[in-house]
């Protein structure tokens, strides 16, 4: 079956395009030639339906959600909890990424519980399943891991972040500059070299790169270049081995791009904000434009238990600059695995940061919505304010809990409410001019 790049490569416009276009108000022509150009991805899997969301230029900047047990915590009914809450609170896909228990039965269950598409990264279960196997992750061997990678697929996942520009040049760049302050924070990258430097050979994920390709264009799901060296630490931003492997990712997006598959590209991790623009433009350019997906970024290292709103201001520039997807932060970053409250809390305040960076990508989108609230809150009309907010029911829920005497202002300013003061002495000036 032809995947979603070959058909529109072909000019076929799919129902997934349609869809998409629908629901972005795009024409759906300019969709088919986006995700032709490599531009726009759709995570699908041809074995199981799931939502269509489109990831890449001129779209609405996406939120992802990771959850997933550990080693120490495997409960897989609270990770199934977990991603309904993600998907009640409006993610747009969810990262399934357990490393603990029966990998298989927690995918498939959460696979079973939203309508989400579904990413994962195969390298967890794979390290996982040679130590088991052979008492060593080390020992992992090339059939293995792309036969998992093929079970995965054939299970339903959407989206899978394959750790490919890890290389022996990469780790070279790494060893010749020198350990970093926040040294590597990827659990599938750090795995990847350990194996490299243990049997001295190349990855097989890069070495083998048209067969991770095959198997995921059999499938028709989103290749996501996994960002193995991504900085950590605001200072390792930048540093020679992530922009190594950042340009082998953008390299590989177009080979891979032209080889039918849909392409997507991983970046960052820690980025100090005054840094976020051009790390954008590099992936962009490099990468012909490839959908760009950051971890936020997290723009201070300094933000233990409000990471979240770290990363959600990380989100909003690196969403202006041109990010297609936020990887949410939750408030147990860093510190513990996230619980249902923390993955609801992490989903609101990463799409607050993606909404903010959309204002500046696509002011003509929102501002209506924008200039709406403002009305509303102008002419103290609480129903209108909730039905804009992004999130009604905490609005709702804060202004319930602390009732004015007067229905008309708040308990925040009474009888002192300069709105319902200003519109008394100014009120008039509104009559025909368009800020009715
Ligand atoms: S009371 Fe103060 S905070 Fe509340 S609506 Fe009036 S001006 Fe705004």
Request: include cysteine; charge should be negative; aromatic fraction near 6%.
């Amino acid at each position: 079956m032809a995947t979603q790049v070959e058909l529109a490569v072909s000019g076929v416009i799919t129902d997934a395009m349609k869809e998409i276009a629908t629901r972005e108000e795009l024409e759906p022509a300019l969709i088919r030639q986006r995700i032709a150009e490599g531009q726009i991805v759709v995570p699908l899997n041809t074995r199981r339906p799931c939502s269509i969301v489109g990831i890449g230029t001129g779209l609405r900047t996406k939120v992802n959600a990771s959850i997933g047990t550990s080693t120490d915590i495997v409960d897989i009914d609270a990770e199934v909890r977990k991603a309904r809450a993600a998907e009640a609170a409006g993610a747009d896909t969810l990262m399934e990424l357990s490393v603990g228990g029966d990998l298989d039965k927690v995918r498939r269950e959460v696979l079973a519980a939203v309508s989400l598409p579904v990413g994962n990264v195969p390298l967890y279960q794979a390290f996982c399943e040679a130590a088991h196997r052979y008492g060593d992750p080390n020992k992992l061997d090339e059939e293995l891991l792309f036969d998992l990678i093929e079970r995965q697929c054939a299970d339903g996942i959407s989206f899978m972040a394959v750790h490919c520009g890890i290389n022996l040049y990469t780790i070279e760049r790494l060893e010749r500059q020198g350990y970093r302050y926040g040294g590597l924070v990827s659990k599938g990258g750090t795995s990847m070299v350990a194996w490299m430097q243990k049997n001295k050979r190349e990855n097989p994920l890069y070495a083998r790169f048209d067969r991770v390709v095959e198997i995921l264009k059999k499938y028709d799901v989103v290749l996501s270049l996994g960002n193995g060296l991504r900085s950590g630490a605001i200072g390792d931003s930048f540093d020679r081995a992530m922009v190594q492997e950042l340009l082998i990712n953008c390299e590989l997006a177009e080979i891979g791009r032209k080889m039918g598959c849909q392409m997507m590209v991983e970046g960052p991790g820690h980025v100090p904000v005054d840094e976020i623009e051009a790390n954008i433009i590099l992936e962009k350019k490099m990468s012909n434009n490839a959908p760009y997906y950051m971890l936020g970024p997290i723009p201070t290292d300094v933000g233990a238990g409000y990471d979240h709103v770290v990363a959600a201001i990380g989100a909003a520039s690196s969403a202006r600059y041109g990010a297609d997807l936020i990887c949410y932060i939750t408030p147990a970053e860093h510190l513990a695995l996230p619980n249902e409250e923390d993955v609801t809390e992490g989903v609101r305040v990463a799409r607050l940061g993606a909404y903010i960076g959309d204002t500046a990508k696509y002011p003509e989108r929102t501002r209506a919505r924008d200039l709406a609230m403002s009305k509303a809150r102008r002419d103290m009309d609480w129903e209108g304010q909730f039905k804009h907010a992004l999130f009604p029911d905490k609005a709702r829920e804060i202004r319930d809990s602390r009732a004015p005497r007067d229905t008309k202002v708040c308990t925040m300013c009474g009888d002192f409410c300069a709105n319902k003061g200003s519109s008394d002495l100014f009120g008039h000036l509104l009559a025909g001019t368009c800020k009715e």
